[in-house]
């Protein structure tokens, strides 16, 4: 098996990781939302539109 962050061998000590660095890489992926799984509840789907329009810089007017 290999590691799925680095592809080197595991170690038993960290399976199915090969060091606690690649253990921990994977866990920041799971904690700033990379592994997020996509929702399908409408709610949500709404929440996301919302967020983004207000992310999303107004556009600038021309001079």
Same mark, same amino acid.
């Given at each position: 098996?290999?590691?799925?962050?680095?592809? /080197?061998? *595991?170690?038993?000590?960290?399976?199915?990781?090969?060091?606690?660095?690649?253990?921990?890489?994977?866990?920041?992926?799971?904690?700033?939302?990379?592994?997020? /799984?996509?929702?399908?509840?409408?709610?949500?789907?709404?929440?996301?539109?919302?967020?983004?329009?207000?992310? *999303?810089?107004?556009?600038?007017?021309?001079?």
């Amino acid at each position: 098996m290999t590691c799925p962050i680095c592809n /080197t061998e *595991t170690v038993q000590k960290y399976r199915p990781f090969c060091s606690r660095r690649c253990a921990d890489v994977d866990l920041a992926k799971w904690m700033n939302g990379t592994y997020a /799984t996509p929702s399908r509840d409408p709610d949500d789907i709404e929440a996301a539109i919302e967020a983004a329009e207000k992310a *999303t810089p107004a556009p600038e007017k021309p001079h």
